[in-house]
């Protein structure tokens, strides 16, 4: 816990917290976990008046109400509970073209008796729409200090440092004596009074007998039978569902009966500080969201933005991605040649640097995908997606802001599965984690090429493409199985109530370089620093598997008719031959029963394993199997010549198109990338569901490829 005094800066979304936070703290954020959640903490110093203190950027909320831990972050940080500092100020950041809006939550604040001031932010936008604030005004009508600012700009920021100096100076205070700006009813009132004696851990010490009616308020506003809060103790919640149910019976309503009444107080309140213009002159945000949120246009807008991404997560990310493997692969080379032949060397290059590399390959697609997320989020536009989104993706259990992630695991499910985070409640975070992995990410595409390339016609009758078809099918069966998966696990595994997406639609503004370079910095620090490590670990074992027991050639014992003399291994074929007897070639054979109802045998077996590095290593791998060696590039025409001319001991061929297609489905399905399920036990903090994802997509692979390869079998086509 830091020794400086804390600053928190709370507000709506789309307020500008997170400019004022940069302008304050001049870019110099630390990012961490909130205490027992996986919501980001960001924090840094900033130098108010004549000492530092730390700033910290309250996720967005728009009332302190809690229906999910996420949503529980605001309160307990304003409080300072579960193991954060209480702030010694508050920031109100309020949006100045939103006014009556925003201030709903300075009267939660109030209520709380918590000291803090209102940074009006976006004077220029309001002035713009010919609204006339008078902040003077909200000042004597709630009694906190108001200061007008536009923090993109950083006007008004002398003043406020000056207001938030001044206020620190006078150290952590009460609020005004009667800090309630509105007056509940009697049945409410007994509400409060009854739950305050049931508030326990819940109620911080300290707190005046208002502000413990105010935390008794929160948790009559938060705890209900389809919240997500579960360390709320258990009399608490008791007492709650009972005041519920005696609300219905009685025919009342409190959510509804507290929202109006300080909805009210800001209407009869708003004419002494507010004037808006007879007739609002047009907004450039509403000229353009006639075309960004038409029901076609918008559309049609969305998919050609849509095709730039997708295009530039593969093309673009391509020359950095090729120049990382390029600098591992010289660099793998070079302890080789340096260190010659043996076991250190092959750990040190294969094992640690090859480790390594396979993390770090990632990072291009991150830092765009993050780039792109960024201008989207920061100009506005990432709401008009989920908008236009949420009435197709609602149908399925999720909401619009579930198709971002899903369409960037076509490049990659790892920065996918970070991108959830944009998402607010926890089950459909966890539910969109589950199904991502299905989408066709870029690492399939090797193994597909290497398979359709080399058991497939590049035409069939009447000069279809073949090979063209099967690719774009593959892509098609992936996002078809994804959606699938969402719909069946979201109504049995995690069930959970349609909740309607309710978002703002904020203007549109030039993004902040600065905060999406903030982004950008942070999500690949994270990646390498948390992911990274899981990951290293898991490719080191993979190693070891492939490696060890590191025995001499054996000797090929199978004799034919017209020599029965064993015979050494041919030096071609003393990779595939070492690998055979590796504890990962045992295990292929182990698992060779399980998996020859598919078509496969223990070599290709083998080549699963070793995919679970990264599947791309399936190619690599069925190299060395195959005698050519580990360095075996997906186009290296030897492989496939091997592949089509392998038999069985009947004489016919291991590989068919239908073995082919069955395999292909199998990687469509099954979850064989540890980094994607260290990246769902580093966003889960549990392993409860990587296993869970593992164990479901492992047997739906299982199950697919065996009915289409036994069917195929007794259709005669295999």
């Known amino acids: 816990m830091s020794s400086l005094p804390t600053v928190a800066l709370i507000g709506n979304p789309n307020t500008g917290k997170s400019t004022l936070f940069n302008q304050l703290t001049g870019g110099n954020a630390r990012v961490g976990n909130y205490p027992g959640i996986t919501v980001e903490r960001l924090s840094g110093t900033a130098r108010i008046g004549e000492r ?13 109400a809690a229906r999910s831990p996420d949503e529980r972050v605001a309160i307990d940080a304003v409080l300072g509970r579960r193991g954060l500092q209480r702030p010694a100020l508050l920031v109100l950041v309020v949006d100045a073209t939103n006014l009556e809006r925003n201030l709903y939550l300075a009267l939660q604040l109030q209520e709380l008796e918590l000291p803090f001031i209102i940074a009006l932010n976006q004077m220029d936008a309001a002035g713009k729409r010919g609204l006339k604030i008078d902040a003077a005004a909200i000042e004597r009508r709630l009694g906190v200090a108001v200061v007008p600012i536009v923090a993109s700009l950083g006007q008004g920021l002398d003043t406020l440092r000056l207001q938030m100096a001044a206020a620190l100076g006078l150290g952590p205070r009460r609020g005004p004596a009667s800090p309630w700006r509105w007056e509940p009813s009697p049945d409410l009132s007994a509400d409060l009074d009854h739950l305050v004696g049931h508030l326990g851990d819940e109620r911080p010490p300290g707190l005046s007998p208002e502000a413990a009616r105010a935390v008794a308020l929160w948790a009559l506003m938060s705890i209900d039978t389809d919240d997500e809060l579960d360390d709320v103790p258990a009399s608490l919640r008791l007492a709650v569902l009972g005041v519920h149910k005696q609300a219905r019976l009685s025919g009342r309503d409190p959510d509804q009966e507290v929202a109006a009444a300080r909805y009210g107080f800001i209407d009869a309140c708003a004419p002494e500080f507010l004037d808006r213009p007879a007739k609002p002159p047009r907004s450039m945000t509403e000229r353009i969201d ?5 029901p076609v246009l918008g559309f049609v807008v969305f998919l050609l933005i849509m095709f730039v991404i997708f295009q530039a ?30 076991v250190i060397a092959d750990f040190i290059a294969d094992g640690l640097i090859g480790g390594v590399g396979s993390v770090i390959v990632f990072l291009p697609q991150i830092i765009l995908l993050f780039t792109f997320i960024g201008l989207l989020e920061d100009s506005g536009y990432m709401a008009r997606v989920a908008f236009l989104m949420d009435r197709i993706m609602n149908r399925i259990g999720l909401h619009g802001r579930a198709f971002v992630p899903m369409m960037s695991g076509f490049a990659c499910a790892v920065p996918a599965i970070m991108a959830t985070r944009t998402m607010e409640r926890t089950r459909d975070r966890i539910l969109t984690m589950m199904v991502v992995p299905l989408m066709t990410c870029s690492a399939r595409l090797p193994v597909y090429t290497l398979i359709i390339g080399s058991l497939f016609p590049v035409e069939g009758p009447e000069g279809l493409p073949v090979q063209g078809l099967l ?10 199985t994804t959606l699938a998966a969402a719909a069946v696990i979201g109504r049995t595994i995690l069930k959970g109530p349609r909740v309607p997406l309710l978002l703002e639609l904020p203007a549109y503004h030039r993004p902040q370089a600065r905060s999406i370079l903030r982004l950008v910095s942070q999500r690949a620090r994270v990646f390498l620093t948390e992911a990274g490590t899981v990951i290293l670990v898991c490719t080191i074992a993979l190693w070891g598997l492939l490696t060890f027991p590191r025995e001499p050639a054996p000797t090929n014992m199978e004799a034919t008719a017209a020599d029965s003399a064993p015979e050494r291994v041919e030096p071609a074929d003393e990779a595939g031959e070492r690998l055979r007897q590796s504890y990962g070639g045992r295990l292929g054979r182990f698992i060779e029963p399980v998996i020859e109802p598919l078509g496969f045998d223990w070599k290709i077996g083998v080549g699963l394993i070793g995919a679970f590095a990264a599947r791309e290593v399936f190619v690599s791998t069925m190299g060395v199997v195959y005698g ?79 009915v289409v390869y036994q069917a195929g079998r007794a259709m005669g086509l295999g």
């Not at 030897?638 to 395999?663: A, C």
Request: proline content about 4%; overall charge negative.
């Open 290 to 294: 006639r075309v960004l949120i038409h």
């Open 471 to 480: 690719m774009v099918g593959m892509y098609l069966f992936g996002t078809v």
């Open 313 to 342: 997560l593969f093309a673009w990310s391509d020359p950095a991605i090729g120049l990382i493997e390029d600098t591992f692969a010289a660099l793998a080379g070079g302890v080789r040649q340096a260190l010659g032949v043996g």
């Open 628 to 706: 050519i060696g580990a360095e075996v590039d997906e186009e290296n025409a030897t492989l496939r010549s091997r592949m089509k001319s392998e038999r069985h001991l009947d004489g016919t061929p291991v590989y068919t198109p239908l073995m082919g297609l069955s395999l292909m489905l199998f990687f469509s399905l099954a979850c064989q990338c540890m980094s994607t399920l260290a990246a769902v036990k580093r966003e889960t903090a549990s392993w409860r569901w990587p296993t869970f994802m593992f164990v479901y997509m492992g047997v739906l692979a299982w199950v697919v490829s065996f």
């Open 52 to 64: 530092d203190v730390e700033v910290v950027d309250v996720p967005g909320c728009y009332s302190l």
